[in-house]
C-alpha cells in the first residue's frame, strides 16, 4: 500500500468510526448539545434556596426553546426559565429558577398544573425512557419519590427549586448521563407553552436525551478539608 493510499484509508475508517464515538445521538444540533455538571467541594443544600455559595458560580442552561414549533422563545414576564447542576459524593443535585405569571398550582391533575418534565437517564441509552422520567409539580410536596431522585424541595414561593438524585458511582468525573428539563406553563387551566432545555429546531416529536457530562476541575483531596455549607448556614 503506497503512502497516499494508507493515508486515505486511515482517514476513511477515522471518519466511520468518530460520529459513533462522540456519543448515541447522532442529530447535528445535538451532538454538540450538552450540560457540564461540575464537582463541588460543598454540596448545596437541598432546602428549595439557592442560596448556597456553588449555584453562584455555574452556568445555568436556559429553558428557552418553544417544543411545540421548535423556536427559540424570548425571556419575556409571561415566562422564563433556567437551571443549573454541580455533583458530590455519588449525588447529583439541580437548580431550578422560574419565572412565571401565571401559577397554576390549584388544579386536581397535575395537567391542569405547571409542572417540570425531568428526564434523567442514567444508563445513557440516549432516549426518552418512561422509567426515566419525572414530573414535578411547582410548588408542591411529593409524596413519593421515584428512585433515583431522592429530594425536591421548592422556595421563593415556587420559583426557586432544588433537586438531588442519587447516581452513586455514576456520578464520577468524564461519565455521561442522559438529562433532560422542560417547563409546561398553564395558564388558566389550559396548556400555553412546552418550553425546554434543547438545542434549536427540537421538537417534542424528537426522543433524544442530551448529555450531561460529570465534570472535576478540583481536586479530591482539597474537598475533604473544607467545611459544610450547612454549618455555615447554621450560624447565620
Ligand atoms: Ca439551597
Ligand atoms: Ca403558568
Not at 103 to 111: G, V
Request: proline share 5%; aromatic share 12%; net charge negative.
Amino acid at each position: 500500500m503506497n503512502l497516499n493510499r494508507y493515508v486515505f484509508v486511515t482517514m476513511s475508517l477515522l471518519l466511520t468510526v468518530v460520529p459513533y464515538a462522540l456519543g448515541h445521538v447522532t442529530g447535528s444540533n445535538l451532538q454538540n448539545f450538552q450540560y457540564n455538571a461540575d464537582l463541588v467541594a460543598v454540596a448545596p443544600i437541598v432546602d428549595g434556596y439557592l442560596d448556597d455559595p456553588v449555584w453562584e458560580k455555574v452556568i445555568p442552561g436556559k429553558m428557552n426553546q418553544d417544543l411545540i414549533n421548535g423556536k427559540h422563545l424570548p425571556e419575556s414576564p409571561d415566562f422564563s426559565g433556567s437551571f443549573a447542576a454541580v455533583w458530590r459524593n455519588g449525588f447529583l443535585y439541580v437548580a431550578i429558577k422560574i419565572t412565571d405569571d401565571q401559577l397554576e398550582t390549584r388544579q386536581a391533575k397535575l395537567l391542569r398544573e405547571d409542572h417540570i418534565i425531568l428526564y434523567i437517564d442514567p444508563h445513557h441509552s440516549g432516549r426518552m425512557e418512561d422509567l426515566y422520567r419525572y414530573e414535578i409539580p411547582i410548588h408542591k410536596e411529593m409524596d413519593t419519590l421515584k428512585y433515583p431522585l431522592t429530594r425536591v424541595a421548592w422556595g421563593n414561593d415556587g420559583q426557586t427549586c432544588e433537586l438531588s438524585f442519587r447516581l452513586d458511582n455514576l456520578a464520577r468525573k468524564g461519565n455521561s448521563i442522559g438529562f433532560w428539563i422542560a417547563y409546561h406553563d398553564v395558564d388558566s387551566g389550559h396548556l400555553q407553552n412546552k418550553i425546554g432545555w434543547v438545542p434549536e429546531g427540537y421538537t417534542e416529536d424528537n426522543d433524544y436525551l442530551p448529555d450531561l457530562i460529570f465534570t472535576a476541575k478540583i481536586e479530591p483531596s482539597r474537598q475533604q478539608k473544607l467545611i459544610q455549607w450547612g454549618h455555615i448556614k447554621g450560624l447565620y
